[in-house]
């Protein structure tokens, strides 16, 4: 079975910070994974995705995440957040099998603050 | 290329009734998908439709049910309304097929927001 664990409901970093949003996956299978970030009254944004060619993986605005097999983890980081990146984030395991689709599987969320 | 296109933004019902949710996906995409998320519960996944036919379906009652048509547009609908119905339900699009992990990337629309009362 797969399952999506993000660490901390709320993180609150000040403008110009590192962004550190943690994910924990458990999967029988290797996983692709994918972070996605929510505006408020918006739908999901994909910010990026693992699908096992590279385990540092580059999204868009700025944004970057590790895929570290041993640890279990994807963890989401920006050098130096800006007040925009205020928003939810969503890591996200894909149960899909082959020409047989399926589904994501999402974490709780986590908000993400950005003080002045 | 246009986005997933979700109609209505915004509706309002009372319980008891039904209501009909529709999406209209990214072109080229025959997979679509439908998620609910609430504060409590999350993201949960309702089902997925591709090629006309329902290909996986979630945990929940049989209140809720969808379709796709010829053109890939995907319609959800959900009867007998409860108040725990409030939502937002997000649809989301991909190719929906190809080697594992290609192509599986799904693309939300900006959702319904379901408000029962």
């Known amino acids: 079975a797969q399952s999506v664990t993000q660490l901390g409901s709320h993180v609150s970093v000040s403008e110009g910070a590192l962004v550190l949003l943690r994910c924990n996956y458990s999967s029988s299978v290797p996983p692709y994974l994918f972070w996605y970030v929510q505006y408020p009254n918006q739908g999901l944004q994909l910010l990026l995705k693992?699908?096992?060619?590279?385990?540092l993986v580059k999204g868009i605005n700025g944004f970057e995440a590790e895929f570290k097999k041993s640890e279990t983890s994807f963890h989401l980081t920006k050098p130096s957040a800006h007040m925009s990146d205020a928003a939810e984030y969503f890591c996200?395991?894909?149960?899909?099998?082959?020409?047989?689709?399926?589904?994501?599987?999402f974490g709780q969320g986590t908000e993400l603050s950005v003080k002045p | 290329k246009a986005g997933v296109t979700q109609t209505p933004r915004y509706l309002i019902k009372t319980r008891g009734q039904q209501v009909t949710l529709s999406c209209s996906p990214i072109s080229g995409h025959r997979s679509v998908s439908w998620y609910q998320q609430t504060p409590g519960q999350g993201l949960q996944f309702l089902f997925e439709y591709f090629s006309e036919t329902q290909r996986n379906k979630g945990n929940f009652p049989g209140r809720f049910s969808g379709r796709q048509f010829s053109n890939s547009r995907s319609e959800m609908n959900v009867s007998t309304l409860e108040l725990g119905d409030s939502a937002l339900y997000l649809c989301?699009?991909?190719?929906?097929?190809?080697?594992?992990?290609?192509?599986?990337?799904?693309?939300f629309g900006q959702g319904t927001r379901l408000t029962v009362v």
């Open positions: 693992y699908t096992s060619a590279a385990t």
């Open positions: 996200a395991v894909s149960h899909m099998i082959y020409n047989q689709g399926g589904k994501l599987i």
């Open positions: 989301a699009s991909s190719l929906g097929q190809g080697r594992q992990g290609v192509g599986t990337e799904a693309f």
